[in-house]
């Protein structure tokens, strides 16, 4: 009997020991979120990454990867059952909307500050919530002014600065066959350029304590302004999505958009005759200033993750230097660094596909998120998500509402979003 017992207690130490082993074995994989990007190659670096960084750490490290369109809801959902990756990719306002299932990441920010220099101040508006950094700034797309030379040149017009010299160029671009092309519709690149030009005007949509000011006579002028210019673009600028703006440069007619570089990477590559023609300008300044805005990227480690000193480690291992300068050059600078000092970057190889590129690091110090200066968190991202800035323009430029009615219309849908 005695015997019996013993065995008995060895099996259960036995099997008590494995469990640990496989709790360990279990908490050894690190699982990502993260979206398609528009430059394969930068996802493959970032996977050959995780494999080098797993042989390292003796873990396994999975990347889930969720096409754009899709992104949004499968994040939402993680958030909405407390379970998921443990770390996962936050764009714009989603570190502020999310910070309460996310750890502070303070100690990462600093080693990237240490080896690259000081972030843009754009990066602490999307990251660092109430004292702390809740996500790492990873990178942003530049969105400037992309051009075709050769019709600038036809119609006898310079690149615009300003956005009077752009209306004046729409039309002579226009009377030539061919028109500017910048979309007032449910897209990304919808909202930036439109909150660009609200920006640039003066006109601020939410204040910095998060009181609804689009009602203003700055609103007017940008929403007059975008009138008169939209005469001179394709009808359809009502009904691009995210590709609006590439299709309209590569398909040969149109001659100025605000995009982010996969246009110009994707002229490279299939259309050298476009290519070849390509400028790049700082996009337009108004009557206040310059202003730019588009995507940013950042990653957050999750509070329900059980490798959360894993996941550190993993994003210290991504901004190491030769790792971080290689998932830039394999994006084809498509992934811009945050970084007010650019000079560890400019020696990249990938920046050889550019013209003007020095215009790409100079959008930089025009950068702040699309609401800026707005509050950060959930009504933030809410504002933009609704597209309610495009609805007004478009409400206006078609005739559907007189413009005090549309900005009425904005004013009461944004009061609804920023109440408090």
């Known amino acids: 009997m ?23 074995q279990q908490s050894k994989l690190l699982t990502i979120l993260t979206w398609a990007n528009f430059v394969p190659e930068a996802d493959q670096y970032l996977a050959k990454l995780a494999e080098e960084f797993g042989k390292k750490y ?14 949004s809801a499968k994040l939402a959902a993680e958030i909405q059952s407390n379970s998921g990756h443990d770390i996962i990719l936050l764009m714009n306002y989603s570190t502020a909307l999310y910070k309460n299932y996310l750890i502070p990441v303070n100690d990462v920010v600093s080693r990237a500050q240490i080896i690259y220099g000081p972030y843009v101040s754009a990066a602490k508006e999307a990251g660092f ?44 671009l226009y009377k030539i066959g061919h ?52 005469k001179y ?110 000079a560890k970057f400019k020696t990249l190889q990938c920046w050889g596909i550019y013209p003007d590129v020095e215009v790409l690091f100079n959008v930089g110090k025009f950068y702040h998120l699309p609401l800026w200066p707005a509050p950060p968190g959930g009504p933030a991202q809410l504002t933009y998500d609704s597209y309610i800035i495009p609805d007004m323009f478009a409400n206006y430029i078609t005739g559907k509402m007189s413009i005090d009615e549309a900005i009425k219309w904005a004013e009461q849908q944004l009061i609804q979003i920023w109440k408090k």
């Open 2 to 24: 005695k015997k019996v017992k013993k065995l008995f207690y060895i099996v259960i130490v036995g099997l008590f020991l494995l469990s640990l082993v496989f709790a360990q």
């Open 58 to 71: 003796n873990a396994q490290v999975r990347i889930d990867i969720v096409s754009l369109n899709d992104f």
């Open 129 to 172: 919530i109430d004292g702390s950094w809740y996500s790492v700034p990873c990178y942003y797309t530049p969105a400037p002014g992309v051009y075709r030379k050769d019709y600038f040149a036809q119609a006898g017009v310079n690149p615009p600065d300003t956005y009077d010299e752009l209306l004046k160029v729409a039309e002579k």
């Open 179 to 230: 028109p500017i092309g910048l979309p007032i519709s449910h897209c990304g690149d919808s909202n930036d350029w439109l909150f660009m030009v609200l920006n640039s005007f003066g006109a601020k949509a939410i204040d910095s304590k998060g009181n609804v000011t689009i009602n203003s006579p700055q609103t007017r002028k940008a929403m007059e302004y975008v009138k008169e210019l939209a």
């Open 233 to 342: 673009m394709p009808p359809d600028i009502f009904a691009w999505d995210g590709s609006g703006n590439n299709k309209w440069i590569l398909s040969g007619v149109g001659s100025y958009i605000i995009n982010s570089m996969s246009v110009v990477a994707a002229a490279k590559s299939d259309f050298p005759d476009i290519y070849k023609n390509i400028g790049l300008v700082l996009p337009p300044k108004g009557p206040v200033g310059r202003f730019a805005t588009t995507s940013m990227y950042s990653y957050g480690i999750t509070k329900w993750s059980k490798n959360q000193t894993l996941a550190k480690q993993f994003l210290r291992f991504l901004l190491e230097e030769n790792n971080f300068k290689g998932w830039v050059e394999a994006s084809k600078g498509y992934n811009m660094p945050l970084f007010s000092n650019m």
